[in-house]
């Protein structure tokens, strides 16, 4: 094998590598107090965002919230320098999410959701209660 041949495939191999590790490695990193989702039970005559088709792999610190008997999901930990926001789900981008799809559901940090009927505020605290 050429040398040239034999550089690229090692370069290719190492590029892959890197992916690789960019997209398992964010999962283990984290700092600070973690971030939870907490849905609160509310009475409401206002517009709110309706998830009951909403998939667990798709928002999966909203239906951990929801599920809970807490009211709240497992935590989240921010990673240093927001590396970790670029590869990973957080419970921001659900909440970012679920303001988009009805906007008039939007209250200061939260959204209100209704499920089974009942309607949550639901929003991303730093206090596990």
């Known amino acids: 094998m050429r040398p040239v041949t034999r550089n690229l495939l090692i370069a290719i191999a190492l590029v892959v590598v890197a992916l690789l590790a960019l997209g398992a ?9 973690p971030y939870y989702l907490t849905a609160e039970s509310i009475e409401s005559d206002e517009p709110a965002v309706d ?6 792999r798709r928002y999966p610190f909203l239906t951990g919230a929801l599920n809970s008997p807490e009211g709240r999901s497992d935590g989240y930990q921010l990673g240093p320098y927001g590396l970790k926001e670029w590869f990973t789900h957080t419970p921001f981008d659900e909440v970012d999410a679920l303001s988009q ?13 209704e499920r089974d009927g009942q309607l949550y505020y639901v929003e991303v605290t730093q206090s596990p209660s």
């Not at 998830?51 to 667990?56: A, H, L, Q, R």
Request: aromatic share 4%; no cysteine.
């Open 25 to 33: 490695l964010p999962s283990y990193l984290g700092s600070g107090d």
């Open 51 to 56: 998830v009951n088709d909403v998939d667990e």
């Open 101 to 113: 799809r009805v906007a008039e559901a939007t209250v200061d940090d939260g959204v209100r959701v």
